[in-house]
């Protein structure tokens, strides 16, 4: 049992079950609205800012990047890379057998090893790069969960670690 809101945002002393409030309507639904709705003038605006195809709201296009917001999409991206791949192979291993498909370790080395070089390289330092990032970056964003490097100076500074440490383990995995 609920108290209904009434009307006037006030709560009624007696005790309504809210959906039979709402269906009688004497409550209204919980939406941070303010008390006035939007006037006539302020629909106009909004009508002229379509006309003139200006956003709404702000967008990503009129923001200059900085580092954490960078990053973050960065760490989306190789998650959703890194996580889909992992998914993709899993299911193939499983299904491989179905479909009468060879995924051992031999046929996948026998595979590798007709790939030409440059292509190979391309393919380890995409793989190592979206590993390694997604590994420091995920270690930056605890470490950031306990308090600490919070401030500018800690996420520009936890930023550039990131960076170099992800270039120096791309570089290790890829060509050793």
Not at 133 to 138: E, I, T, Y
Not at 164 to 175: C, D, E, S, W
């Amino acid at each position: 049992m609920f108290s209904a809101v009434t009307r006037t945002g006030m709560l009624s002393t007696s005790r309504v079950p809210l959906n039979r409030a709402l269906a009688a309507g004497t409550a209204r639904a919980f939406i941070a609205t303010p008390q006035h709705r939007r006037t006539e003038e302020s629909q106009a605006i909004i009508a002229e800012r379509a006309k003139k195809n200006r956003p709404v709201s702000p967008h990503l296009s009129i923001y200059q990047p900085q580092m954490s917001w960078v990053l973050s999409g960065i760490h989306r991206n190789t998650g959703v890379l890194v996580a889909g791949a992992a998914y993709l192979y899993t299911a193939a291993y499983g299904l491989a057998p179905v479909f009468g498909v060879d995924l051992s370790s031999l046929a996948a080395a026998s595979t590798l090893a007709a790939v030409p070089g440059p292509v190979l390289i391309a393919v380890k330092a995409l793989v190592s790069g979206s590993l390694s990032f997604h590994c420091f970056n995920g270690l930056r964003h605890l470490i950031w969960d306990t308090g600490r490097g919070l401030s500018n100076k800690g996420v520009f500074r936890s930023g550039y670690v990131v960076l170099t440490a992800t270039a120096l383990a791309t570089g290790y995995l890829t060509f050793f």
